[in-house]
């Protein structure tokens, strides 16, 4: 018998993920469970239509749609664009306006891997303040988190703000298995100091509800925000679809005002 070919195993792997029969997904997918079957055996060439029928009832991500297309070889359909080419411009500037509009208080736009891609003045002046001047040796959201030697030190109710993130990475992980870059943050975030042997199990205990606020401590006391995660809606374009643009709020009166001072100059 020979190997099963490469979008056999992708599909195979991807039910496994969904927890879907063939017939389940040959249903959504409206084709019959026998013309799936032999397409994960390589006893039958999937169409270009078929694959990208496959991938909308399997769900991906329009990364691992392209990644299916591919297996199955044929061109990506979506383009990944970057924000800074012309086509992008409008949506670029409706980034950068979301940005603008959170001030005084911070904003920061990452991609799936939790790369900070841009973040408005305010987001750096917080930074700075519960820092106290010191610069963050990271460009990664998560590593800034789980680092001893980053925000983590400065993060009161650290537990509660790593496991959300912890699962937030665990989710984009889910739905990109294949990214090796999500696999070593998550093995690379899991090495750092006194991270609970559980959460290596993948057991975060139950989520905060409703929203979880994040705690700062600094020498005006203790910051506190709560956060809203802005996405593109239906996505034409890898990039966009994986973008985040995260904007935080101030939980309380005090914190409030704290970004309003450093916003005016009254306090740095």
């Given at each position: 018998?020979?190997?099963?070919?490469?979008?056999?195993?992708?599909?195979?792997?991807?039910?496994?993920?969904?927890?879907l029969?063939?017939?389940?997904?040959a249903h959504?997918?409206?084709?019959?469970?026998?013309?799936?079957?032999?397409?994960?055996?390589g006893?039958?060439?999937?169409?270009?239509?078929?694959?990208?029928?496959?991938?909308?009832?399997?769900?991906?991500?329009?990364r691992?749609?392209?990644?299916?297309?591919?297996?199955?070889?044929?061109?990506p359909?979506?383009?990944?664009?970057?924000?800074?080419?012309?086509?992008m411009?409008?949506?670029?500037?409706?980034?950068?306006?979301?940005?603008?509009?959170?001030?005084?208080?911070?904003?920061?736009?990452?991609?799936?891997?939790?790369?900070?891609?841009?973040?408005?003045?305010?987001?750096?002046?917080?930074?700075?303040?519960?820092?106290?001047?010191?610069?963050?040796?990271?460009?990664?959201?998560?590593?800034?988190?789980?680092?001893?030697?980053?925000?983590?030190?400065v993060i009161?109710?650290?537990?509660?703000?790593?496991?959300?993130?912890?699962?937030?990475?665990?989710?984009e992980?889910?739905?990109?298995?294949?990214?090796?870059?999500?696999?070593?943050?998550?093995?690379?975030?899991?090495?750092?100091?006194?991270?609970?042997?559980?959460w290596?199990?993948?057991?975060?205990?139950?989520?905060?509800?409703?929203?979880?606020?994040?705690?700062?401590?600094?020498?005006?006391?203790?910051?506190?925000?709560?956060?809203?995660?802005?996405?593109?809606?239906?996505?034409?374009?890898?990039t966009?679809?994986?973008?985040?643009?995260?904007?935080?709020?101030?939980?309380?009166?005090?914190?409030?005002?704290?970004?309003?001072?450093?916003?005016?100059?009254?306090?740095?």
């Amino acid at each position: 018998m020979g190997q099963r070919p490469a979008i056999g195993l992708l599909l195979r792997e991807w039910r496994e993920l969904r927890r879907l029969s063939q017939l389940d997904l040959a249903h959504e997918a409206a084709i019959s469970a026998r013309h799936l079957g032999f397409i994960e055996t390589g006893r039958a060439q999937a169409s270009r239509e078929t694959v990208s029928r496959l991938a909308d009832a399997l769900g991906v991500s329009l990364r691992e749609h392209n990644a299916l297309l591919l297996a199955a070889g044929y061109a990506p359909r979506y383009a990944e664009s970057a924000l800074a080419e012309p086509a992008m411009a409008r949506l670029s500037q409706a980034v950068d306006l979301i940005l603008s509009h959170q001030e005084p208080c911070p904003a920061f736009v990452i991609n799936r891997r939790f790369d900070v891609l841009a973040a408005n003045a305010a987001a750096r002046r917080v930074n700075e303040f519960v820092l106290e001047g010191w610069r963050s040796p990271h460009a990664n959201l998560l590593r800034q988190i789980f680092d001893p030697a980053d925000f983590r030190r400065v993060i009161a109710n650290w537990p509660e703000v790593a496991a959300k993130f912890l699962r937030r990475l665990q989710d984009e992980l889910t739905a990109s298995p294949s990214d090796p870059v999500i696999r070593t943050l998550l093995d690379d975030i899991l090495r750092y100091p006194d991270v609970p042997e559980a959460w290596r199990r993948r057991d975060l205990g139950a989520e905060p509800e409703p929203v979880l606020t994040m705690v700062f401590n600094s020498r005006a006391g203790p910051l506190r925000f709560f956060e809203t995660i802005t996405t593109f809606a239906a996505p034409r374009d890898v990039t966009l679809d994986e973008l985040r643009i995260d904007c935080a709020f101030p939980a309380d009166a005090h914190t409030a005002e704290i970004c309003a001072s450093l916003a005016s100059g009254a306090l740095s």
